[in-house]
Each structure stands twice: as C-alpha cells, then as structure tokens.
C-alpha cells in the first residue's frame, strides 16, 4: 500500500495521540498515566509532531484536543466501516476543512486540511483525520488495530505488507510475548 509522506506522518501522529489516553480510559490496561495531562505535555506533543502553526496553548486547546483523542479512540474501535466512515466524516467537518498545497519546513509540496489559523485540535482534527480517510477510501480500515498483548492496548497502523502486524511493537509487545511462550514451552519440556 503506497501512502505518501504527508499521510504516513499524520497517521503516526493519530496513533500517538490515541495512545497517549490514560490507564483508566483504555480498555484492558495501557499507559500508567495520560500523555496529555497538562499544557506543557500537549505542547511537546505538538513539537514532537512538528506540527505547524502552533501558537500559545491554554486550557481550551488541551479539553479540545482531549475531545479530538477521544472520538479518534473511537475510530480505532469501530465495529465496521460504516461505523469508522461516520466517525471520520464528523471530526474532519467539525474542524472545517479548507485544502490548501504547503511546502514549509523543508517538506516538499503536500496537502494541509485545516484552515490557515485554526486550533490544535481542528489542526489534528483535520489533518489526521484526513489520514484516516486515506485508509477507509482504500478499503483497509482493517489496518487500524490495537495491539494483541494481554497487558498492553495501543493502538496502531498496521502498514505491513501482508497484514500480519499483532502489536504495536514488535521490539516491546512482541518480544516479550514471544520470550514469555519461548520459557512456558522449555518449563513445560523441563517439568
């Protein structure tokens, strides 16, 4: 699956948006505590996304961006296309679209969704979930997944070629599952 540039990067910035939800808002475990507690960690967020346009950040814009991870929360857990259509549909109006060609920062040309002085989370809003729309258009939302570690329920994009990602990272989730059955199977061979 060809995804450009501009689409992969909003993709990895959904991914790490849903997954910064505190423990108790994710089902079956997950991270200790939320990754957007405050407005210093939602603008490093924005930073570490290098997203553009970003200006003084308060109170508003972090219950804003709360609402946006949300209802990209429930993207990742919608039950069908449909579902996953009418989701996306909604946050991208919401955000109040407007195209345009940028080629800032060193990028090469590529599309911005959101409009020229809009919030961080109309930013995200857009941009992301443009992306997701570029994996419902190809008939892949089957890609949208959260990981299989019993302990663990971040969500991820799997871009594998044959679909076949189980966790959303094969060097953390997936070793150590791996590890783990490797020493059940030699206990059990031992015993």
Not at 167 to 188: D, K
């Amino acid at each position: 699956m060809l995804i450009p540039h501009d689409t992969r990067i909003a993709l990895e910035t959904v991914v790490d948006l849903v997954n910064t939800v505190p423990e108790s808002e994710q089902p079956e475990g997950g991270s200790p505590a939320d990754g957007l507690a405050d407005i210093e960690a939602l603008h490093a967020f924005a930073v570490r996304h290098r997203v553009s346009g970003v200006h003084e950040l308060g109170e508003k814009d972090l219950r804003a961006v709360h609402d946006v991870r949300a209802r990209f929360a429930d993207v990742f857990a919608a039950a069908d296309v449909q579902v996953a259509a009418s989701l996306v549909n909604a946050l991208v109006a919401a955000a109040g679209t407007t195209p345009q060609l940028s080629d800032h920062d060193g990028y090469d040309w590529h599309v911005h969704y959101f409009a020229p002085d809009a919030s961080l989370a109309d930013h995200l809003a857009a941009d992301c979930g443009m992306a997701l729309a570029f994996i419902i258009v190809a008939g892949e939302t089957e890609r949208l997944r959260r990981c299989e570690a019993p302990d663990c329920r971040h969500a991820f994009v799997d871009l594998s070629r044959n679909r076949s990602r189980r966790y959303c990272s094969s060097r953390t989730c997936g070793n150590r599952l791996h590890v783990a059955a490797y020493r059940a199977r030699r206990r059990e061979a031992a015993g």
